[in-house]
């Protein structure tokens, strides 16, 4: 029997006071439609539905490059008209699994138990005690403990209130069972609308019903305002900081640390306040990362420093590296083990081989710089003409003065000594130095300009 994950995201959210459908708010820079998407893939199901109605195109066009059905449902009536409006595109017979587009943070742990208790002609049903169970529909049991219906909190009496296990909604059964039951729901209750948890009553007397829990209760949270957006991210990032952690990791404060995508760490990395990891990030072992520095799909070795409020993006680091404060390690940097980029500085599209060092306020664009090379403050590769990007080579040992230009595309060969100040237009030969400095002059007495104003008023005094 295949399976068929529905995702329900048809809702407005008006709470989010939004012109985006609400399902495209971002939890950790992914959409949560996206991550609920992430957790269906993983348990490989034949099909996934979404069922998309208040800014349809919206959500279409954020999940279009994916394999992903849409089914419209134009107008809400309901969680059982929405599952209706999926049925004709399951694959007969098989399996139906219920999520929630708003439900961001469900498990594919949780899932793959949900579906192996589902009775053959029941429901599984994923349940949750809260604290406080206000807003949503209450579990109803039988004396034998037994799931007989769900209450919605609208429809309930004083004694249903007070229950505090509830339903998160999702589900799995049966489609051919399911078609049957949604066909006999009305919306004769005091929302006027088509309830999928009716369908646990009949499911009851039928089959049965069996529920589970999620491991952890921020698994099935929802998501209604921009509070609880907030609220689930933190709750997301500190998961995840949990689990560096238990790899290994030191975080100096977690809760003031975030990964935007995939981070991988070896041991004994030290994290420092406030970074933040985006994309697709390795850390090498025993790496330290500088306060306030932003990592972007960048791969770091290891032993490495990178110093605070550094960004690095799109690069390589090798081992032994360090790197800022301050410096922006922009998309095609390669720096080679043991290179020192200091404050300052920026690099892109460039190659540094194994000990190179620019240590302060030099921009590095488009180069090939060589082993064991220094470049002084205040060096500028200049690659761009205004209209075309070329290529700054810096071979092994060089030495480039402070406060020089190279002018691409140029060679400074192995071992050549640029004198501070110099703009290299020409190649530099093995071994040469090459200085366009203007002799250095000395007039006595030099009388510096005064201002006309004072002039006049020394000549009146006179
Ligand atoms: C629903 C459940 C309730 C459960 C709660 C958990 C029903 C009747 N009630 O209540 O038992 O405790 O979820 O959060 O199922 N949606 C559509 N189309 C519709 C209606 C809803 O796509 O016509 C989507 C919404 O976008 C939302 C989700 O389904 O993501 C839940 O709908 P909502 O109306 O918020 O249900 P609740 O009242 O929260
Ligand atoms: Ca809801």
Redesign the pocket.
Known sequence: MGLSIVI????KGTRMQSNMPKVLHKIASKSMLQHVIDAAQQLQPEQIIV?A?HEIEQVKSSIAEQDIIIAE?SE????G??VDQALPLVSEGNQVLVL????PLIQKETLKQLIDAQPKDGIGLLTVKLKDPS???RIIRNTDGRVTA?V?QKDATMDQLAINE????IMSVGSSKLKQWLAKIDNNNAQG?Y???DTIAMAADEGGVRACHPSSAIEVE?VNSRIQLAQLERAFQQHQAEQLMNEGVTLIDPSRFDVRGNLICATDVVIDVNVIIEGDVTIGRGSQIGANSIIINSKIGADCIIKPNSVIEGAIIESDCSVGPFARIRPGTQLSQGAFIGNFVETKNTVMGQGSKASHLSYIGDAEVGTGVNIGAGVITCNYDGANKYKTIIEDDAFIGSDSQLIAPVTVGKGATIGAGTTVTKDVAAGELCISRVAQKHIESWARPVKEQTKKNLEEKK
């Open positions: 329900l995201a048809a809702g069922v109605g449902q809400q009536l309901g969680t008209h929405a929630y587009g708003d439900v807003g949503y529909g769900i919605e509830v339903n998160t909604g609308e309830y999928l948890t929802g």
